[in-house]
């Protein structure tokens, strides 16, 4: 199909969440799953709206999110309401897709965009992220529209590494007598029960020669961190205090807070002001390369920085959370068992209401998974604040894509209902640790047999192969094996497409490394050989499988141990 021709003057991309909502009334920060999953890298990952001088709206979305978007979506309705016409990028495994040859979607917004509307030139606002922005550069001539504000004043305070290393101590022995207590009435071995206690007792304290390690393998000598994330895994500073516009940087030696407000706190030192954030990083660090958050850092502040300047360094922060969150291993435990416990008994009360005939929907499912989230914190941890870090729910014969809760009705008919979620943990206002998991109620056989063979290879062959010195392709083949060697009796069932093979089809991860949030560096797929896994990372194993008007998924967390893998959820 031809790309359409906009007449008139610039195509306007408009990223920013209040001005999507003032423009078609969609709150993206509810409607988008990619943005709740990515703490360093939401403005990234969030919806692009386009805006057309003929009144024309586009919305660009990751394929991933179809189900939340279309037919009995939970966003679909704003989208008819608005007649927005849905651009779709990236791409999403199902059986079907596969069978029918689907070409995958563009990679990125802005291609995404050329492919259906032929226009030259793109207006675009301050607060796009770098990466987004280098990518509509890249296709498109852009302009970048002023905002007529004056750049802010920058305070400047600077934080002890020390004081960062032990406020992250702090409390550090409540949370792990509440883990142990966990993991002594887990349904692992003994001897996993004892290599979990072992290595809480082994990982804690300082992870910043980590970072320094990362740093010079990657040649850059400083960082400046904008997303609250990585801002905290910097300064040890309460979440609450950090906003948007708050920045740390980091120089081999010291942190430095960075904000246009005064900051007050007692881990912050202020040794200076400035009359705008140029001058307070050039006092700082001169001329040299800065390494910034790409995927979050706006390009106004980019701008104001130099350009020329930065770098590219979101992998370097996701690398060093993936590395060192073993420290936070009592908190993982935690979360873990919290988000099994709230899944599997918010999936109980959802089927004894099918059995009942009780009117259910989605969101009623939803709705108890947090009540059973903040019934375990009551009960194990109420030291810690757990709060939902995202909520995929969704029946089989409504969508295969990864959607947010709707109010479509559950009853047997179904097929199967997915809760894939997780919780975030704080302690003392500090995040700790999040979790990922995923249940699903199977309610016809063929389903239940592929679910019970993903759920036993994930437990047999996956997790313990993600041990150290394994690969990503390791792990994704020593789990998928199984389900190669039984590729006919799958079949049989009526779970695989007529002549797709599973070894060559099944193109997608089985899992990944966690550091406090899901986008990482180190993912199980067939051709992740560039990365090694290390001792002490924690991740998650997954199996999705989405056929036959079936959505089925399995997942655990696990913790690589000297050995192997472990599972620390169950």
């Avoid at 800065?290 to 104001?304: A, H, P, S």
């Avoid at 008994?345 to 959802?350: E, K, R």
């Avoid at 059995?355 to 499912?365: G, M």
Wanted: aromatic share 8%; charged share 25%; proline share 5%.
């Amino acid at each position: 199909m031809a790309p359409n021709k906009p007449q008139n003057s610039l195509v306007e991309v408009i990223t920013d969440f209040k001005a999507i909502k003032d423009e078609i009334g969609l709150n993206v920060e509810e409607n988008s799953l990619y943005l709740a999953l990515s703490l360093d890298a939401c403005k990234d990952v969030a919806p692009t709206l386009i805006k057309t001088p003929d009144g024309k709206y586009y919305l660009i979305v990751k394929e991933i999110e179809r189900g939340t978007f279309a037919g009995n979506g939970r966003a679909a309705s704003a989208v008819t309401s608005h007649q927005i016409n849905m651009i779709y990028y990236g791409s999403y495994f199902t059986w079907e897709a596969i069978q029918k040859a689907v070409a995958p979607g563009a990679p990125t917004p802005a291609k995404a965009l050329a492919r259906v509307i032929s226009v030259d030139a793109v207006t675009v606002n301050r607060d796009m992220p770098l990466d987004k922005y280098r990518g509509f550069k890249a296709q498109f001539r852009v302009t970048l529209k002023p905002d007529g504000k004056e750049a802010a004043r920058a305070f400047v305070y600077e934080v002890d590494k020390k004081e960062v290393t032990s406020t992250y101590n702090k409390g550090r022995a409540l949370a792990e007598k509440a883990a142990i207590e966990l993991v002594d009435s887990a349904t692992v071995s003994n001897e996993d029960k004892t290599l979990i206690k072992e290595n809480m007792a082994k990982y804690q304290g300082n992870t910043f020669p980590v970072l320094d390690k990362l740093m010079g393998q990657c040649n850059l000598p400083i960082l400046l961190a904008c997303s609250r994330i990585n801002v905290q895994e910097l300064t040890a500073l309460p979440w609450k205090l950090l906003k948007d516009s708050v920045l740390a940087l980091y120089n081999g030696q010291q942190v430095f807070v960075i904000s246009p407000k005064p900051l007050q706190n007692p881990l912050l030192k202020k040794p200076g002001e400035f009359k705008n954030l140029r001058a307070a990083l050039d006092s700082l660090i001169g001329d040299s390369s800065l390494g910034v958050e790409e995927k979050d850092l706006d390009i106004g502040r980019v701008l104001e920085t130099g350009l020329d300047k930065v770098k590219n360094a979101t992998d370097i922060f996701r690398a060093w959370r993936e590395q060192t969150a073993h420290r936070d291993l009592p908190y993982y435990v935690i979360s873990g068992h919290a988000t099994r416990y709230a899944i599997e008994n918010a999936l109980a009360v959802i089927e004894k209401g099918i059995k009942s005939k009780k009117k259910l929907t989605e969101k009623d499912c939803e709705k108890e998974f947090l009540t059973q989230l903040n019934s375990f914190r009551l009960k194990y941890c109420p030291f810690t604040d757990m709060v939902k870090y995202f909520i995929v729910l969704h029946a089989g014969t409504r969508t295969y894509y990864a959607a947010l809760a709707s109010d479509f009705p559950l009853d047997a008919g179904i097929n199967s209902l997915k809760l894939d979620a997780g919780a975030l943990l704080f302690h003392d206002d500090i995040l700790r640790a999040c979790s990922d998991m995923c249940r699903s109620l199977v309610y016809t056989e063929p389903g239940k047999a592929v679910y019970q063979l993903t759920e036993k290879s994930m437990l047999e062959a996956a997790i313990p192969a993600a041990k150290p010195g394994n690969t990503g392709a390791d792990v994704y083949w020593a789990g998928v094996t199984p389900l190669v060697n039984m590729e006919s009796k799958i079949r049989e069932w009526g779970m695989l497409p007529p002549g797709v093979s599973i070894k060559d089809s099944y193109n997608r991860d089985i899992g990944h490394i966690v550091g406090k949030q899901e986008p990482v560096t180190l993912g199980f797929t067939k051709d992740q050989t560039s990365q090694k896994i290390q001792p002490g990372m924690i991740g998650c194993v997954e199996y999705q499988w989405p056929y036959q008007k079936h959505a089925l998924g399995i997942e655990d967390m696990y913790l690589v141990t000297d050995k192997r893998g472990i599972v620390i959820s169950r």
